[in-house]
């Protein structure tokens, strides 16, 4: 006797619950099979009476479904629809996988006496500053030297790509966002989602749409994580703009267009910046989640610390992965002052 | 009288989630406060005619709620009202597609604006071209007219500055060379010189007279302040509660006001500094003979008294171009120094 039965009973199903299965069809519980076992039923006292839940509900009518069919008809259902699916974003994501192998390519392919000087130069022409450079140089040596230059440059590529497209995406889509009330009530709910979400929870559905094999698989887990803050801070920049910075623009006669890029976006800017430098920096936390399907770079490295416990090798890549951090953030910052430093109010 | 260059026609403004509705009630007669009360409608303006001729300076003036910013923004539609037509030079702007009406805004309207609203990364001289920017100038046509602009105001070599590396008494001359760039007859000026100190805005008063006396351009002043109300206005609106008081020539409003709210406003001003010779004299074109001298029509009384050195006894004939338009006693002028109770008759309506 199970604590529901008077349910079934009272609701005349009994037949229904009996006559349909074939007796006991479901496989039982581990408390389930040590009862039978000892062949005493255990005496519920009110205290412990069970939630009604699937499961206790089962127990008294082997016809009601277990709670582990929830999970079973989620996947079946993913699995049904799987196949569309993927004809649909295959094509479409395919261009990713060539803009991640191409830039892994190049970022290798380029000698290190060409690559540490230009990425240098970069930083010196972003953020104008000698010192800002050196440090780039001499951090980008040093992983070299300890043979880390490889991955190092991996993980580069990755965020690279990653990152040019969370803004090639990220900046319309914020801006359609600031243009409509009902779009930006849309899409927060969606945003706030990606951004909650484990990492680890949309790598399982990727797994199933793309082969674990393709680069876009780890691309698109990366871009998916990281572009919220750029929609974000790009909608409220342009929100943020000045009303009547704009009323003026409307009274001396400009077309949306010259409103959009010789007002909103201009005066957006240090926003907009602060996103894509978040953008970079959640993208260089995901590298790390995404070696899990196969993203090249220093996270593999982390990954093989902590299955082969190998702490040296985990605990210098992950080093390795703050230098990064550390470097993308200073010159995004860098090059996010001197656009505040032209626009003060 | 000339056609106005602008009529307001019959317009109303009313904010809320159905303006519609709200709209027949205020036609029937509710005001601001009953609205508000039964119908949860704010209303922004009821019933506003005002005419503004070619080459004057409107001036609407009221306190802070009047609607006086509604209004002037209903003048290049940066608002659209419940009811009622604008009219610029015979065509009603209400029927205008968006593409004309961006055309006006270039070549017919421009805007000065209270906290400036200049472009923060532009410098000040693109700033000042903007108009003409928007409107696909050529660089060298642009530059040419913003510098020539830009020295007009007072701002020479300043070109290459950023707007925040200027004080406010300076951008607010970049905006209004931004509105004398675009060359449009009708210059819309939304509370210009309130955000700036007493002195620089007294400055700003006098080089807005200057301009006008060179550029005759159709002006629509709001202020929130009587003295320079008072100093710049031709023509005068009062606005309460989104309701036109009383409007008219300013010193005709000094000596018949026809409103409580009106009398309650004009009774802390100096008098003395604002009511003008011509206002306060004796219409006459006779010499009685016996005057102490000439004083010109648009002197002020305290020029009068001060002439008079206080003697209550004296009389000046006044002249306007050379000739004698009426006599001034010290007896009037003294009387005149007085604040008048509000005019029984003629309420709300235009002089």
């Known amino acids: ?345 | 009288m000339a056609d106005p260059k602008i009529s307001i026609r019959n317009l109303y403004k009313i904010f809320g989630s159905d303006p519609q509705m709200a709209l027949k009630h205020a036609k029937e007669g509710m005001h601001k406060t009953e609205l508000l009360e039964q119908h949860r409608h704010v209303l922004g303006l009821r019933d506003i005619n005002v005419d503004m001729q070619a080459g004057e300076i409107t001036v609407i003036m009221g306190l802070s709620g009047s609607g006086k910013s509604t209004l002037i923004r209903h003048l290049n539609r940066l608002i659209d009202p419940t009811d009622g037509e604008v009219w610029v030079e015979d065509s009603n702007i209400m029927t205008y597609s968006d593409a004309r009406l961006r055309e006006m805004r270039r070549k017919k309207m421009s805007m000065v604006f209270q906290k400036f609203a200049l472009l923060p990364h532009r410098t000040v001289l693109e700033n000042a071209a903007t108009p003409m920017i928007v409107d696909g100038a050529k660089r060298a046509d642009w530059e040419k007219e913003a510098t020539r602009w830009l020295d007009r105001v007072g701002l020479e070599g300043q070109g290459p500055q950023y707007p925040h590396q200027l004080s406010g008494g300076m951008q607010q001359r970049v905006g209004i060379a931004r509105a004398l760039t675009s060359n449009s007859d009708i210059m819309l000026m939304d509370e210009a010189f309130s955000a700036l100190d007493p002195l620089i805005r007294t400055d700003m008063q006098d080089l807005l007279i200057e301009l006008q006396r060179e550029l005759q351009k159709t002006v629509v002043f709001i202020t929130h302040d009587l003295d320079e109300a008072l100093k710049l206005a031709d023509h005068l609106v009062i606005l309460k509660d989104g309701e036109v008081v009383q409007q008219g020539e300013p010193q005709h409003i000094l000596m018949n006001p026809n409103d409580p709210y009106i009398v309650d406003f004009i009774s802390d001003i100096n008098r003395a500094r604002v009511l003008r010779a011509r206002t306060v004299m004796k219409k006459t074109s006779e010499n009685p003979g016996d005057t102490s001298g000439e004083v010109d029509g648009n002197d002020t009384l305290e020029s009068v008294i001060a002439k008079s050195r206080g003697n209550a006894d004296l009389s000046y004939r006044v002249m306007q171009d050379g000739k004698q338009t009426g006599i001034l006693t010290m007896r009037d002028v003294v009387t005149a120094l007085v604040p008048t109770e509000a005019a029984e008759d003629g309420m709300r309506k235009a002089s």
């Open chain 1, 1 to 345: 006797m199970a604590t529901y039965d008077w349910i079934f009973d009272g609701l005349g199903l009994r037949g229904w619950c009996d006559g349909d299965g074939s007796g006991s069809g479901a496989p039982m519980s581990m408390s389930d099979l040590m009862n039978q076992a000892s062949g005493e039923q255990p005496d519920v006292s009110v205290w412990e009476t069970p939630f009604p839940s699937m499961d206790a509900l089962n127990d008294a009518c082997d016809a009601f479904p277990q709670s582990r069919e929830v999970t079973k008809g989620l996947e079946r259902g993913f699995l049904d629809v799987k196949d569309a699916l993927s004809t649909v974003l295959d094509p479409i994501t395919q261009p990713l996988s060539w803009a991640l192998e191409y830039a892994l390519w190049a970022f290798q392919g380029v000698p290190w006496w060409i690559m540490i000087p230009l990425l240098a130069l970069l930083i010196k022409v972003v953020s104008r500053s000698w010192g800002l450079a050196a440090f780039v140089a001499g951090s980008f040596a040093a992983l070299a030297f300890i043979d880390y230059y490889d991955y190092t440059m991996q993980t580069l590529a990755v965020i690279f790509v990653c990152a040019l497209i969370c803004v090639a995406l990220g900046v319309p889509i914020g801006i359609a966002m600031s243009r409509s009330d009902k779009l930006q009530q849309a899409m927060i709910p969606v945003l706030d989602m990606l951004q909650t979400l484990p990492p680890f929870v949309y790598l399982i559905p990727l797994i199933f749409l793309f082969s674990v094999t393709e680069p876009k698989l780890y691309g698109i887990a990366i871009i998916l994580y990281a572009i919220v803050p750029v929609i974000r801070l790009t909608n409220l920049g342009i929100r943020l703009v000045d009303k009547e910075v704009i009323e003026a623009a409307d009274a001396f006669g400009m077309t949306k267009r010259q409103k959009l890029y010789g007002v909103q976006i201009p005066l957006a800017l240090p926003n907009i910046m602060a996103g894509v430098n978040q953008t970079i920096m959640m993208s260089l936390a995901m590298v790390v989640i995404a070696s899990l399907v196969s993203a090249p770079g220093l996270g593999v490295l982390v990954l093989r610390g902590i299955r082969n416990l190998e702490l040296g090798v985990g605990l210098i890549s992950g080093l390795g992965i703050v230098l990064l951090a550390v470097i993308l953030d200073r010159s995004t910052k860098a090059a996010l002052a001197r656009v505040n430093a032209a626009q003060k109010h």
